[in-house]
T-cell receptor, first 116, second 111 residues
Framework: NAGVTQTPKFRVLKTGQSMTLLCAQD?????MYWYRQDPGMGLRLIHY???????AKGEVPDGYNVSRLKKQNFLLGLESAAPSQTSVYFC???????????????FGPGTRLTVL | KQEVTQIPAALSVPEGENLVLNCSFT??????LQWFRQDPGKGLTSLLL?????REQTSGRLNASLDKSSGRSTLYIAASQPGDSATYLC??????????FGAGTTVTVRA
């Protein structure tokens, strides 16, 4: 049981390049989330998904796109990377099988992205 | 919009001292509050989750309290050890399944 995994762990891009970050979970969770973490700012929600085939915007969605074609995978895309997107990206997942207030979020190890 | 604040941003204590970490939030209409630990360059590990109906939650040397009416939670770590050195984040779960995070308190326990 691997929990939440993220690929890749590190990446360096040049301004204008594109890339996709992959998140996979093996806990059969319905909800999945993408966050970014910047120094002194905590984690901010980029996009999230409440089920296969659905996505929604979070607090800071501009410059990112997501897809949830399979329940276990949640992809985060950067179409044209900018230096402001240099950050650490975390994926998380949670279940809705229990009562709402028990929805603990489980996090992946993160992807450290640098845009030059 | 839910604002979550953690003060202080950093804390250094000698080994054996009890740690008190504070988290405050502006909107008391929460579903739960979660405390996480983050080691440098690593992901988040969940420590404790307190339901909105609970006043506290305990796990080993950790105890977290919740006072919704005043918008506060406190994480207590008893008899701190150097291995407790990490950044501690609190996150408040809103009604729409999203978490609002504080910026964290970085703890250093000196041997």
């Amino acid at each position: 049981n691997a929990g939440v995994t993220q690929t890749p762990k590190f990446r360096v891009l040049k301004t204008g390049q594109s890339m996709t970050l992959l998140c996979a979970q093996d806990m059969n969770h319905e909800y999945m989330y993408w966050y970014r973490q910047d120094p002194g700012m905590g984690l901010r929600l980029i996009h999230y998904s409440v089920g296969e085939g659905t996505t929604a915007k979070g607090e800071v969605p501009d410059g990112y796109n997501v897809s949830r074609l399979k329940k276990q995978n949640f992809l985060l895309g950067l179409e044209s990377a900018a230096p402001s997107q240099t950050s650490v990206y975390f994926c998380a997942s949670s279940s809705i099988k229990l009562a709402d207030s028990y929805n603990e979020q489980f996090f992946g190890p993160g992807t450290r992205l640098t845009v030059l | 919009k839910q604002e979550v604040t953690q003060i202080p941003a950093a804390l250094s204590v000698p080994e054996g001292e009890n740690l008190v970490l504070n988290c405050s939030f502006t909107d008391s209409a929460i579903y739960n509050l979660q405390w996480f630990r983050q080691d440098p360059g690593k992901g988040l590990t969940s420590l404790l989750l307190i339901q909105s109906s609970q006043r506290e939650q305990t796990s080993g040397r950790l105890n977290a309290s919740l006072d919704k009416s005043s918008g506060r939670s406190t994480l207590y770590i008893a008899a701190s050890q150097p291995g407790d050195s990490a950044t501690y984040l609190c996150a408040v779960r809103r009604s729409d399944y999203k978490l609002s995070f504080g910026a964290g308190t970085t703890v250093t326990v000196r041997a």
